[in-house]
């Protein structure tokens, strides 16, 4: 299967994803080889990788200091896609996409094309400069908000995010609730996601949730909708930390002994394309930063987007992928 493979792998990685990728072998031995896209609902798009927040489970290594930021030209590319084809889901992330120039411009003409609009935000933007209006926006453009929240308690979102962050979170989340995100049966939704701490496989999810509600509404006035449980993908920060730690082999074989083929209709990659900051279209944001492109023979960049030729592609499969399909699955 042919590949791109874009400036952001690292010559390494790229020898350990082709070298030691039996996630195929694990899938032809459950009958579901190749794994082929079902339809294309989402447009997941990285508007880049400037962060105000440097978290350690940060697959795309945000951060403060990164440059990389997508150009106007493929933000319009965007908007045409969405004007152009079936997708009425626009999924943007970063980063902290809130940070790019023509961020507001992106959610504001995908909600006039009538497309529903989710937005990754690490909420601890909310108190940076110029941002203050950014829950009304999106109250206004009725954006569902995905953020991340390792945990409940200071002291385990801080070890991650950094000092002052869960305090940050906390307030924005009393603000997204006050602006009527987080009701039970209201349109404003709010979800939060968790990461386990190390190199652990997530609990389950409906025991996790029950647990998040209890904590930050009886501690903080703090409603939400949905919990997501995410392991954490063996790339990116949380990678080179395993590899630090003599923990990457480890890790591995926990997520291959807990592969769970009934996730495989559910994943991600199946239901959307994922744009990069550069334009580059890939099957998934963990292939974006393994710098696996979409497959040969389909369109490769934004520009040249066609939705029949894609909603027909072949998905480009790694060892990372065993990080989706561990246990209840993460995608
Ligand atoms: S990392 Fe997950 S979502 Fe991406 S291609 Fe692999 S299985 Fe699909």
Redesign the pocket.
Known sequence: MGRVVCHAVRDRDMEDLLENND?TGTLEKNGRFP?CAAEIDILQVNLGYRCNLACKHCHVQAGPLRTEMMARENVESIIHTLENSPIRILDVTGGAPELHSNFRFLVTAARAIGCHVMVRSNLAIFFEEDQASLPSFYKECGVEIVASLPYFRIANVDAVRGNGVFERCIKALQILNEHGYGQENGGLKIHLVHNPRGAFLPPSQESLEAQYRKELLENFGVRFNQLYTLAN?PLGRFKDFLVRSNGYDAYMEKLRKAFNPSTLDG????RLVSVGWDGILF??D??LVAGLSVEEGCPRHIRDFDYEALSRRK????E??F???AGQGS?
């Not at 998905?315 to 790694?318: A, F, G």
């Open positions: 996630f794994l993908m994943i991600m990659c199946r099957d998934c963990f292939n998905i480009v499969l790694s990372h992928c990080g989706c399909t995608t």
